[in-house]
């Protein structure tokens, strides 16, 4: 190996980068350290922000359209009539108010969104009241605890109550709406007259 | 800018070995490469002159080439390796796409001016201003160069791994290497302070 003038004193270096003694046993490298000091310094290495569950989610969606990811068999999977429920709800023609989020999930581009204000994501669609009942069924059937409610305005509220094993078949109604589950699980949905 | 991953090399491997074998263990294991994996991808690409937005639908065009390509994985490079060679392709495909180029608006020429005039009383201060001046524009000149960097000090690679990560022999590699210490000691000499220590 390090036969080459000039290969010990690069392995050195490498060494002395990666935070080892130099295995050549050459002791040269201020220089790697003096930069490795700069490549560890506090100031240059801002910390990473946590994952994005959403992205996640966009992925695994992905994946699944895509069939690299299987779904469970059919009939025996919450999740399978999650989805299916989902899809229909998107069929009925639902329409989502994205409450200062990003834009509509670029797959579902046939959904219109708008920036809500309160942070409550807001469905406007002709039948608050069926259309709150057809989500409430399909998250329900995701396994949520869900209660619903016509509110006196004339707006439709339907909330679940969302556990870690659900998400992922509740996320399989949402993510076709570009809805994600808030972290504490607490999902609320407003749904409004066109 | 550091790409650093925590997560051990056994782990990313039986995550890998269990999307090749598909099945529903693929979405487990999906879901743990995407929390360890996603944000320093997205800070390479971003570190590599792709903007925001756009790094983020990299991110997403990499999971599903590892989702794709990870029964090829034989285990030559440790899983790491392999997973940040699938970004690096990915990302050398956006690039012959969109050959990456920087345009500068009066506003941001004069915080560059602004910068370049930094000076300060205080040798040592100016030292360490300079070189992180120096090593800023080192990285946005030569990013590859400068991303091997990080990642043998981040993630201890040697010769071995980063030849992996450049799909070059490692001869080729300690060339690179070499020739990239060269590039580097030429930027951090005109901080001629440090410089007179070498």
């Not at chain 1, 919450?78 to 709800?89: K, N, Y």
């Not at chain 1, 797959?107 to 608050?128: F, H, K, M, S």
């Not at chain 1, 069926?130 to 339907?158: E, F, I, K």
Request: with cysteine; glycine share 6%.
């Amino acid at each position: 190996m390090n036969t080459e003038p000039g290969d010990d004193d690069l392995e050195a270096w490498i060494d002395r980068l990666r935070g080892r003694a130099p295995a050549s046993g050459r002791d040269l490298p201020r220089e790697a350290l003096a930069l490795r000091d700069l490549l560890t310094d506090p100031d240059s290495r801002q910390p990473l922000p946590p994952p994005d569950a959403y992205a996640r989610q966009r992925l695994i969606f992905r994946l699944k359209r895509e069939g690299l990811l299987q779904s469970s068999s059919w009939m025996t999977d919450t999740r399978t009539w999650a989805l299916a429920a989902g899809v229909v709800a998107v069929a009925l023609g639902l329409r989502i108010v994205f409450p200062g989020g990003e834009g509509p999930a670029p797959d579902l581009a046939e959904i219109t969104a708008i920036r809500g204000v309160d942070g409550v994501p807001t469905l406007r669609v002709d039948d608050p009241v069926a259309r709150g009942q057809t989500l409430a069924v399909a998250l329900q059937a995701a396994g949520s605890t869900v209660r619903h409610l016509l509110l006196p305005d004339g707006t439709y509220l339907v909330e679940a109550l969302v556990t870690a094993p659900q998400r992922p078949a509740v996320d399989q109604v949402l993510i076709p709406m570009g809805i994600a589950i808030p972290e504490n699980g607490h999902l609320r949905i407003v749904l409004v007259r066109k | 800018m550091s790409y650093r991953v925590i997560v051990p090399d056994d782990t990313a491997a039986a995550w890998l070995r269990a999307i090749a074998e598909g099945g529903r263990p693929r979405e487990k294991a999906v879901s743990g490469l995407f929390d360890k994996f996603s944000r320093p991808f997205e800070r390479y690409f971003i570190h590599h002159r792709v903007p925001e937005g756009l790094a983020e639908d990299l991110v997403q065009d990499t999971f599903v080439d590892i989702v794709r390509g990870a029964h090829q994985w034989r285990g030559d490079a440790p899983a790491v390796v392999w997973l940040w060679t699938v970004a690096r392709n990915r990302l050398l495909g956006h690039c012959r796409r969109n050959r990456p180029e920087t345009q500068l608006d009066e506003e941001q020429w004069e915080i560059v001016h602004n910068s370049a005039e930094f000076a300060s009383e205080d040798p040592a201060a100016w030292k360490t201003d300079c070189l992180r001046r120096q090593m800023g524009q080192f990285e946005s000149d030569h990013p590859e160069r400068a991303s091997c960097l990080r990642f043998i000090v981040d993630h201890e690679w040697g010769v071995p791994e980063l030849a992996a990560f450049l799909s070059r022999s490692q001869a080729a590699a300690k060339e690179y290497l070499s020739q990239c210490r060269k590039k580097l000691r030429d930027y951090l000499k005109n901080c001629e302070e440090w410089a007179g220590e070498y």
